[in-house]
């Protein structure tokens, strides 16, 4: 492997936040190790397509969908705003429609991000299914931290 002049450390991180205990975690540690690199950071919420299949169920049920999720976008925007408040670290926050893994790695590989960053999955179900942090240890192309 060749060294290139100018990227000694981590020139940006993406994380995986959802308004969960561990996507707090998740969000203060990579704030922290982006502020430490000056880095940049990527806040990426991930939207639940599955929220579609009902839209389409049932009549007019898409323009609250639509809105609820909206609100929800909002909601989450301001919880990282109040967490990253004060903080000398430049983020930006998005928010995508799709599989959360997949989405994660999407976000890191078009914007040449140098790590992906989640917080541990607390659902028994995904014991079965799989968590995200499982998914991406398995699919990702480039270093992911699971923060506890």
Do not use: C
Request: charged letters at 20%.
């Amino acid at each position: 492997m060749a060294f290139e002049i100018g990227t000694d450390g981590i020139g940006g991180v993406v994380v995986g936040f959802d308004g969960s205990d561990p996507s707090h975690d998740a969000l203060a540690f990579s704030a922290g190790m982006a502020r430490r690199n000056g880095a940049a950071l990527v806040v990426v919420y991930v939207i639940d397509p599955g929220s579609e299949a009902i839209a389409v169920l049932a009549p007019g049920a898409a323009g609250v969908i639509g809105m609820t999720e909206h609100d929800a976008v909002a909601g989450i925007r301001t919880e990282v705003e109040a967490a990253l408040k004060g903080l000398a670290v430049e983020w930006e926050f998005i928010s995508v429609r799709g599989d959360p893994a997949a989405v994660l790695e999407e976000v890191a590989a078009a914007r040449r991000l140098d790590a992906i960053v989640v917080g541990r999955s607390r659902s028994r179900l995904h014991r079965r299914l799989g968590s995200i942090p499982a998914r991406l240890m398995r699919t990702a192309q480039r270093p992911i931290a699971v923060v506890p």
